[in-house]
C-alpha cells in the first residue's frame, strides 16, 4: 500500500506560483512513477506531469511545459509540482498519484493504482 497527502492549494494571480507537495508513505520502494493530474470543474481529469522513480526521467503535458517542474525530495518521501506563470485555465483540483507497473502509460489515469485527496488550486485573472 501507498498513502499520498497533497498540500500546497491555494489562491493566487495569473503570473504568480504555487508549489505542491505530496507526501508518500507506504510501500514506496514499489513505485514506478509518481505523477500529477488535475481535474477542472466539468472537465475530465488530465495529465500534468510524472516523474519516473528509477532514473528520475519526468514528463509534462504540452500544456504546462515550461512553466510547471516535477521533483522528488528522497529524504523527505515527497514530490514536488512547482508551478510558475499560472494561468486561469490552470485552475483545478490537483492530484498527485503513484503506478507500480514497470511500463506503464504515465498519462494515463488508469495506470495509476493510488491517489491523493487532492488539493485545490485557484487562478484568478
Known amino acids: 500500500q501507498v498513502q499520498l497527502v497533497e498540500s500546497g492549494g491555494g489562491l493566487v494571480q495569473a503570473g504568480g506560483s504555487l508549489r505542491l507537495s505530496c507526501a508518500t508513505s507506504?510501500?514506496?520502494?514499489?513505485?514506478?512513477?509518481m505523477s500529477w493530474f488535475r481535474q477542472a470543474p466539468g472537465k475530465e481529469r488530465e495529465f500534468v506531469a510524472a516523474?519516473?522513480?528509477?532514473?528520475?526521467?519526468?514528463y509534462y503535458a504540452d500544456s504546462v511545459k515550461g512553466r510547471f517542474i516535477i521533483s522528488r525530495d528522497n529524504a523527505k518521501s515527497t514530490v514536488y509540482l512547482q508551478m510558475n506563470s499560472l494561468k486561469p485555465e490552470d485552475t483545478a483540483v490537483y492530484y498527485c498519484?503513484?503506478?507500480?507497473?514497470?511500463?506503464?502509460?504515465?498519462?494515463?489515469?488508469?495506470?495509476?493504482?493510488?491517489w491523493g485527496q487532492g488539493t485545490q488550486v485557484t487562478v484568478s485573472s
Open positions: 498519484a503513484c503506478t507500480v507497473v514497470l511500463g506503464a502509460t504515465l498519462a494515463n489515469g488508469w495506470s495509476y493504482k493510488y
Open positions: 507506504g510501500r514506496t520502494s514499489s513505485s514506478y512513477a
Open positions: 516523474l519516473r522513480w528509477s532514473g528520475g526521467s519526468t
